[in-house]
């Protein structure tokens, strides 16, 4: 940020959109404040000030309680306090000039009318934590913005950021990871887009029909009613990104289609944008075949969690051949998201290392003997 504009005793900025910077000491202090320079005997340490030139978009930054400026403290380890339209910033150098980029930013998206909450707070602090000059403008970019979506969809990470221009770059692309990091979400927001860009006629949802460890047991109704509970989760997507009756419509005329991925075979798919969802759970056969249907003009986007195969144990995860034979194939691209993606609830990502770190003591832990009765059921003796 350029340093402020002197104007009569104190410092303004003529950009409506920006906020001022300097020391709460001093005129001539402001200058090393905004050029980032420590305040403080102690070299590791700076105060800063930060005036915002909006009070309500000030409170609205904050958030509740001055929530958004507790979550900096926590996760930065500095002191962030809070006085109208002012936040004194009390750190580590690098923490506070962390801490600022995280509320010019955050600033600028309130003052564009976006509400802030306590996660893009926290996203947007990991973003710039991970990448410092990262252009967050260009990540938080509106992936329908150009089609009238029912709803804003941006990536939220750089993760999704890289992963939206991998599909915009490949015609078919593995996207591997846990739950949570919005592989499914973002591969049908790209394809919406792309359908209603007339990139592509028509947009195919597919994913296998397999029990995640219940027994679902014998569904009464039609084929469709016995096979909707599995593709629920893609029919629960597809309306957050448009209204009832449009995807009603779509969905009726088949220019959108969801469907089990066993009702693909034979088919050959032209001028389509084709998802296959949960594809840890497709065999070897299985993922050939689907592999096997793109025709001219289409792309696909596979994705799946090989962590949660719910195939037989003596079945082999199609998904995790196809990454083995595949890798090397010109034209395809590969996504792979860690536990550090996850972009919903904060405890998302601690369960998923819980169980990781679970796996790998277990993995590491010394075989027993055959023989070997477990400890607690050993003889007294």
Do not use: W
């Amino acid at each position: 940020m350029k340093p402020a504009r002197r104007s009569g005793p104190g410092f303004g900025n003529r950009d409506s959109h920006s906020f001022t910077a300097c020391s709460s000491r001093s005129r001539a202090a402001a200058t090393a404040c905004i050029s980032g320079e420590p305040l403080a005997s102690n070299q590791s340490t700076a105060r800063q000030t930060l005036i915002f030139d909006d009070n309500a978009s000030a409170a609205a930054l904050y958030g509740e309680g001055d929530r958004h400026l507790r979550i900096l403290e926590q996760q930065l380890s500095v002191e962030a306090r809070a006085r109208g339209n002012e936040v004194r910033l009390v750190g580590e150098t690098a923490a506070i000039g962390l801490a600022r980029k995280v509320l010019e930013h955050l600033y600028g998206r309130v003052r564009a009318g976006d509400r802030v909450s306590a996660r893009e707070v926290r996203e947007t602090l990991r973003m710039l934590s991970q990448q410092p000059d990262a252009d967050l403008q260009d990540v938080y970019e509106d992936v329908l913005a150009d089609v009238g979506a029912r709803r804003r969809i941006a990536a939220k990470t750089l993760a999704q950021r890289r992963y939206v221009d991998l599909i915009r770059k490949r015609d078919l692309v593995f996207s591997i990871g846990p739950a949570g990091t919005g592989k499914t979400y973002l591969a049908m927001a790209m394809a919406i887009a792309a359908m209603n860009r007339h990139e592509v006629s028509r947009v195919v949802l597919t994913r296998p029909a397999v029990e995640a460890g219940e027994k679902l047991g014998y569904l009464p109704g039609t084929m469709a009613d016995k096979v909707n509970p599995y593709l629920r989760p893609l029919y629960d997507a597809l309306g957050d990104m448009m209204d009832y009756e449009k995807s009603a419509r779509l969905l009726e005329r088949g220019i959108i289609e969801v469907a089990p991925l066993a009702f693909m075979r034979g088919r050959t798919l032209n001028d389509a944008f084709v998802i296959l969802d949960e594809a840890q759970n497709t065999t070897g056969e299985q993922m050939k075949m689907f592999l096997t249907r793109l025709g001219f003009e289409s792309r696909a986007v596979v994705t799946g969690d090989v962590t949660q195969i719910d195939l037989p144990s003596d079945r082999r995860s199609g998904l995790v051949e196809a990454l083995e034979v595949l890798r090397g194939v010109d034209g395809i691209g590969f996504m792979h998201f860690t536990d550090a993606d996850v972009v919903r609830h904060p405890l998302v990502q601690s369960i998923i290392r819980a169980y990781e770190r679970h796996g790998a003591d277990r993995r590491d832990a010394p075989a027993r003997e055959p023989d070997e009765a477990p400890p607690d059921a050993r003889d007294p003796e």
